[in-house]
Structure formats: structure tokens, C-alpha cells
């Protein structure tokens, strides 16, 4: 009998594929890496087990070209939760490996951490006086000084500083203070573990105990407003894990990762931090992956991806910004980062945290039915006060691109008491519509149900759901007219208006479009930290995280865009967005003082915000999704097909529905048309599937999907299954 290996690779296959080992070559552990021939390409692929005897007749077997790794590349724990993940998720084995490895890993480079820089300070820097450097170069003086103490700095450690560190250090290094090496070596951040740890509120207090590092599994939700110290907490629980000799992974939505998140574990911890982000060049990522798995990281700050890293000494999993919904990937494998950390802290049996101003329903309904612990800290730390919530009734209100009298009168009174202003509306754009004052024609994208965005700046046209570009008309191509005029509000639109109201006072403008150039976002919170940027304005970019200690008043423009969503999920996403942003006022000793303009004042969910906050609202929300039998009352998953036709989608998704198993208590609802029909040029249509038991779901979906694939209008869309969808 042949032995056989079962690799996992790339490609739409439900199951590992078989093949023979090579030669006399000894067998691949499971975990290691190969090489493998698949149709006509050599792929990377990743060893999973070895067995016997194959399904497949002998002679349709090959062998595998080479293995890649001599030792396991994943342990067993690593191994079994992405198998888990592609079962859950219903995506192909191999796909959920490339989802989980770094890009050099999966495309076959050895696992051998890269090269890194660091700096040293020459015997002349070592000599001079950092106060005496030129007066204008702060950043050169910062930088100077640390390495006079330390003698080294790391380049993750060098990008962690505010401004332009990468430039400071040019300077530092054309003038002979410095000198650039290349080493091997992880490229860690180095903790300085010089700040000391507060004294804990009891409501912090009462957080810490209940988390028990080193205690085995549970999961806690700390449900705390913004600024009341989770941070601390999580700090304390890691300083107990370190000490323990075990590892922390801390995860994180992309917008929270802040310089000054990393900058805070810095000060504070005194380990070796490692980051694992998009934004990382490939061998960085795959250092920062080693480390972990080599235990020379400490701690593991990351975006979704990281609860995929490989941890020697595994000790506690955090994830911050729980109810975010970036820690969902919308595409490919669709995973939950939230769910998937809880799931291996349970099987690594080490604690799990779970924090958040603004909780998802979906946590809250563990922590009430007793599978989370819960712990709310409702007042902020260091006896600052929580901001005042404010509704404004823009009904017959007289506006000027979209601010009222009452709003402006506000801010006026705020920037003369040396206040900072927020201002805050979710959309990019100087007016989402362009139309004709003539004919009323509106500029629409050809590709997408959806008008373009005009972009005065630019003079473009742009849509936002597919990319698409154009320039600005001169004309309208309907009848000739020159009159196009801008209708409803984007940032660009809303900064103009503050710019010619408050000419005086420094404004930055914070969205996609205003920080493409590397580190500006950076530059511009921390100009804002700063107190140098009196008006604040832009998108969900600055409502995630951000210490803006200076802010008072915080604006949110229009409220009304979120209330009326088709989404079940719409309320949420309003309330939560709500809550963060007004989290941003005030958090110092003065209070903050935070506006909602809108047309429906008297709106429930409104109502229910500002009399009893989010707690509020996420009971009102529960006991809704309960009566309407929605998530997280009962489980569900999206059937989604898109094709380049309007009916194809359509009907591949009616066929689908009629191969549904009979299962009590799993129901499917629709083919109905998704909520942006055509979107990039395709039509796009779903199938929802509720079930009432979780379990029942999988059963459904393990029976159901495998016939999808035999169904002859299968090949003339292109589909994907979503379980638990954050957009539906
Ligand atoms: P959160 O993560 O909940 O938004 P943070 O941990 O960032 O809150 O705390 C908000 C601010 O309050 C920070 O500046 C932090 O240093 C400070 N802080 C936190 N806990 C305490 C405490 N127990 N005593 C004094 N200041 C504290
Ligand atoms: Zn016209
Ligand atoms: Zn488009």
C-alpha cells in the first residue's frame, strides 16, 4: 500500500486533494509546505495528513514535486482552526490556508525571517546635545535622545513616532548623528515600559478580577463609553499574561490602529511588540508572523487576519472595537475575526475580552444568555464627564450647505471659548448628486444603480461603489444646459461652507480623499492632538478611537442618512456611529457637548439614545430582532449571485431554493434582488437562509451546498455563500 498526502491547495476544492510523496524523499509532516503539481501550474499547497489508501484509482494519482518546510510551518491547534474556518464558512480548504498565511509564505518562500534596518547613534550624536539641534527639528531632538539612552531604535519602533520620523532620521543620519544597519532580525517594536499603570476606578477594578489571566477559558465583554479606561484594563490583563511568560494578541479594526494604540503598549509594556497589518510590506509581515510563532513576540497587535498567527505560548486574545464591522471580511473566506477568537481562546482554554462602547447585539445576547461574562463601566476615567447629547430639529431650519443657524451659532460659541469642533458626515464628495437645473437629468454611473459623486477639487465625477471616474460636463448630454448644479452634502461641500464661515480658524478636512498621500491621516490627528487644527471635519474616519482630548462640541450633520437603512442591521450601525462619535467630545476635564442634526427628532431610536444611551437602545434592539426573529435570535446565512445579466442571478438562486434540504426549522426566503442591484456592471441577487438553531444551519448548509454546484445555471454566475452576514 502507497502512503498518500493530503494538501490542501489553492483552488475551488472543498476538500484537501490527494497525492504521493516524492520519490523516496521521506513523508511531509502535516503543517509543511510542498510543492504540487495541480492541471498544468506547480502550486503551494499545505500538508494536512497522511493516509493509506486514496479514493482515487492509483494511476490518476501524482506526486508531489518537493516539500518546502522541513519542521511544521502551523502547529496542530493553527492547523484545525482554519480547517474549522473552512467548514464554518463553507470556503474551499485550500483558500482558507491563503487567507490565513502571509503572502510570502503562501506563495512558497522559505518561512526565514527577512532582513530588518535598525539605527545606532555615532560617537559624535552621542556628543551632542539634542536640545541644541536646530530649533525647527523636534522630531530630530526626540529621536536623538532615545538613542543616546537606548543606543538602538528599530524601524517599527521609528515609525511609530508622530510627524515624519523616516525623514528626521535622514537628516539625523546626513548629518553623522546616526548610522543605518541591516540586520537579521524580526524588526520588533521595543516596549519601554516606563509609564506607570493608574489607579484602577472600581468599575475598572471590577473589570480586571473578572478576567483572570492564566485562569483557563472564558469570555468577558467589557461594555465601557468611550474613554473609561478599557485600555487600561487590557493593559493590566496583558502585564499579567507577560508575566506569566505567555503571549497576548490583541485585535483590532484597521482604522484603530493607530500609532497611538502602539504608542501607548509601548510606553507602558515593557516587551517586544510585534504588528501585523495590511498596510506592512510583505516581509515585514512575515517577521512580525515568525516572531510570534518563534516567541520572540511578546505581544501581537493586529487587524482581522491576525487571529490567524501562530502563537508559541499562547497566554490571552483580546479583541478591541468588537462591534466593528471590519473585523468581518466581506469577501473571499468570510470570516469574523470577533467569533473566530473566541472560538480558538475556548479551544486554547485561555481568556478571551471582548471591549466596546457600543457592543454588538450579537455579544449582548451571549453575555445576557450567561456564555459571556459582562462587565459595564459607565463612567469615564479620570472624572472627565460624558458629553451632553443634543437633537436639533432641522425641520424649516434655513441652512447653508447643510449647516443650520443654531449648529454655526454653536461652533461659533465653542472656537471663542478655545474649544475644538468636530464635525462629522459619513460621505466623501462635494454633493453626492450632480443634476440639470434644465431637465433634471443626473449624473449616473453606467456601470452601477448608483449616481456619481461629484468631486468638486478634483472636477471629476466619481462613483463610489464601483470606482468608475469622469470628467466633470460642461453640458448636460440630456439637453445642452450648462446649469449643473451639486445637490446634497459631502465633505468637500461642508468644508467650504466652514471654511468661508470660520475664515479664521484652522480647519482639516479627514476622509479618503484628503489623506491618500502616506502618514497624512497621522500628520493631521496628530496636528489636531495637538490642538493646531481648531475644526475638525470628515467621515467615519475620525470616529473610530481617536484621543482628541480637546474637542467640545462634536456635530453630526445628518443623522437622517442612517435611519431610514434597508439593512436589519441599519439601527445598529446608526447607534453605534452615533455613540462613537459623540465619544470623542470631551474626554479631558472639559465637557463636551454634542449636536445631531435632523429632520425626525421624535424618531424612537433617537428618543431612546439620548434617554438611556446604548443600553438602552441595544435592549429596544434585542427585544426587535427577537419579535422579528432576526440574528442573533436565530442564525443566518446569504446565498449571493451576480452575473453580467439581470435574470441569470435570478434564477440560478429560485433552482437553488428548490434543491433546499427539508430541515425543521431552517427556512429560505427570497430570491429577491440585492439591495444595490447592479453594481460594476453586474447584476447581483440573494438568497437568505434562517434557521432557528445554529447547529441546523450547518446541517442545512453541508447538505444543501454541494448540490449548488451540479446545477447547470451554476456556471453562468458567479456565487458565494455568506454565514452570519454583517450586510445583508
Ligand atoms: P478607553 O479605551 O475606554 O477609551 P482609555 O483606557 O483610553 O479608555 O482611557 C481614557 C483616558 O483616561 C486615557 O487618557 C487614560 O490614560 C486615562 N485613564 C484610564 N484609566 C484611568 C484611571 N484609572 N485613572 C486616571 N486616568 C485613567
Ligand atoms: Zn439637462
Ligand atoms: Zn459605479
Not at 302 to 313: E, I, K, Q, W, Y
Not at 321 to 348: C, N, P, T
Not at 483 to 496: F, N, V
Not at 655 to 674: D, F, K, T
Request: glycine fraction near 10%.
Amino acid at each position: 500500500m502507497t502512503a498518500i498526502i493530503q494538501v490542501a491547495v489553492p483552488g475551488p476544492f472543498a476538500t484537501p486533494l490527494d497525492y504521493l510523496p516524492a520519490g523516496n524523499a521521506p513523508l511531509p509532516p502535516a503543517g509543511t509546505r510542498v510543492r504540487v503539481p495541480l492541471g498544468n501550474r506547480r502550486v503551494t499547497g499545505v500538508v494536512l495528513a497522511h493516509r493509506q489508501d486514496s479514493h482515487l484509482d492509483g494511476t490518476r494519482l501524482r506526486p508531489m514535486i518537493e516539500g518546502l518546510d522541513e519542521h511544521p510551518l502551523l502547529d496542530g491547534e493553527l492547523l484545525d482552526l482554519i480547517l474549522w474556518t473552512a467548514r464554518y464558512y463553507h470556503h474551499p480548504v485550500g483558500e482558507a490556508f491563503a487567507t490565513a498565511l502571509p503572502g510570502r509564505l503562501r506563495h512558497g518562500h522559505p518561512a526565514t525571517g527577512g532582513r530588518s534596518r535598525h539605527y545606532t547613534v555615532t560617537p559624535q550624536g552621542q556628543a551632542t546635545d539634542p536640545a541644541r539641534l536646530h530649533r525647527r527639528a523636534p522630531r530630530q531632538a526626540e529621536i536623538l535622545t532615545w538613542l543616546q539612552s537606548r543606543q538602538r531604535i528599530t524601524a517599527a519602533s521609528l515609525a511609530t513616532l508622530e510627524g515624519d520620523p523616516v525623514g528626521a532620521m535622514n537628516r539625523l543620519l546626513d548629518r553623522g548623528l546616526c548610522e543605518s544597519h541591516e540586520s537579521h532580525d524580526y524588526g520588533l517594536i521595543e516596549g519601554r515600559g516606563e509609564a506607570c499603570a493608574p489607579r484602577l476606578s472600581p468599575a475598572q477594578q471590577a473589570a480586571a478580577e473578572a478576567i483572570a489571566p492564566n485562569g483557563g477559558h472564558h469570555t468577558l465583554l467589557i461594555e465601557g463609553v468611550t474613554g473609561s479606561g478599557k485600555t487600561e484594563v487590557y493593559l493590566g490583563a496583558i502585564e499579567q499574561v507577560l508575566a506569566a511568560g505567555r503571549q497576548a494578541l490583541v485585535i483590532v479594526p484597521e482604522i484603530g490602529l493607530t500609532p497611538q494604540l502602539i504608542g501607548r503598549f509601548q510606553q507602558r509594556l515593557n516587551a517586544r511588540i510585534a504588528v501585523l497589518h495590511s498596510g506592512l510590506a510583505d516581509g515585514e509581515r512575515l517577521n512580525a508572523w515568525l516572531a510570534a510563532r518563534d516567541g520572540q513576540a511578546d505581544v501581537i497587535i493586529g487587524t482581522r487576519s491576525a487571529v490567524f498567527v501562530p502563537l508559541s505560548a499562547p497566554g490571552l486574545i483580546i479583541v478591541d472595537e468588537e462591534h466593528d464591522q471590519s473585523l468581518k471580511q466581506a469577501e473571499g473566506l468570510r470570516y469574523s475575526a470577533r467569533d473566530l477568537a473566541v472560538l480558538r481562546g475556548s479551544r486554547l482554554d485561555i481568556p478571551v475580552i471582548l471591549g466596546s462602547a457600543t457592543p454588538s447585539l450579537e455579544s449582548l445576547a451571549n453575555a445576557r444568555d450567561g456564555r459571556y461574562g459582562h462587565v459595564q463601566i459607565s463612567e469615564r476615567a479620570g472624572g472627565a464627564r460624558p458629553p451632553a447629547l443634543r437633537l436639533l430639529d432641522m425641520r424649516g431650519q434655513p441652512t447653508r450647505d447643510g449647516l443650520s443657524q443654531p449648529l454655526l451659532d454653536r461652533v461659533s460659541q465653542h472656537l471663542a471659548d478655545d474649544g475644538q469642533v468636530l464635525l462629522f458626515l459619513n460621505r466623501r464628495g462635494f454633493a453626492p448628486v450632480l443634476i440639470c437645473h434644465e431637465c433634471g437629468w443626473l449624473a449616473e454611473c453606467d456601470r452601477c444603480d448608483a449616481r456619481y459623486t461629484y468631486h468638486r477639487q478634483r472636477q471629476r465625477l466619481q462613483c463610489h461603489h464601483c470606482d468608475r471616474e469622469q470628467r466633470l460636463p460642461a453640458h448636460c448630454p440630456q439637453c445642452g444646459s450648462a446649469d449643473l448644479r451639486p445637490l446634497g452634502l459631502g465633505t468637500e461641500r461642508i468644508e467650504s461652507a466652514l471654511r468661508a464661515s470660520f475664515p479664521d480658524h484652522p480647519l482639516v478636512r479627514v476622509d479618503r480623499d484628503s489623506t491618500r498621500r502616506r502618514g497624512s491621516f497621522e500628520q493631521a490627528m496628530a496636528d489636531a492632538r495637538r490642538g493646531e487644527t481648531r475644526l475638525l471635519l470628515g467621515t467615519q474616519m475620525l470616529a473610530k478611537g481617536h484621543h482628541l482630548p480637546a474637542v467640545t462640541l462634536v456635530a453630526i450633520i445628518d443623522a437622517d442618512q442612517g435611519l431610514f437603512s434597508a439593512d436589519f442591521r441599519g439601527p445598529e450601525r446608526l447607534a453605534q456611529l452615533v455613540i462613537q462619535v459623540a465619544g470623542r467630545a470631551g474626554r479631558a476635564e472639559r465637557p463636551g457637548e454634542v449636536v445631531i442634526q435632523t429632520h425626525h427628532p421624535e424618531h424612537p431610536l433617537l428618543q431612546t439614545l439620548l434617554a438611556g444611551g446604548y443600553p438602552a437602545f441595544a435592549r429596544a434592539a434585542l427585544a426587535e430582532r427577537q419579535a422579528a426573529g432576526l440574528p442573533p435570535a436565530t442564525a443566518m446565512a446569504l446565498l449571493r449571485a451576480e452575473a453580467v445579466d439581470r435574470s441569470t442571478p435570478m434564477d440560478f438562486l429560485a433552482a437553488a431554493a428548490g434543491q433546499a434540504p427539508g430541515i425543521q426549522g431552517v427556512e429560505c426566503i427570497g430570491p429577491y434582488p440585492a439591495p444595490m442591484e447592479r453594481r460594476a456592471g453586474r447584476y447581483r441577487a440573494q438568497l437568505m437562509v434562517q434557521a432557528v438553531e445554529r447547529r441546523n444551519l450547518q446541517g442545512f448548509l453541508d447538505g444543501w451546498l454541494p448540490r449548488l454546484a451540479t446545477l447547470p445555471s451554476a456556471r453562468r454566475v458567479r456565487w458565494s455563500v455568506d454565514v452570519d452576514p454583517a450586510e445583508t
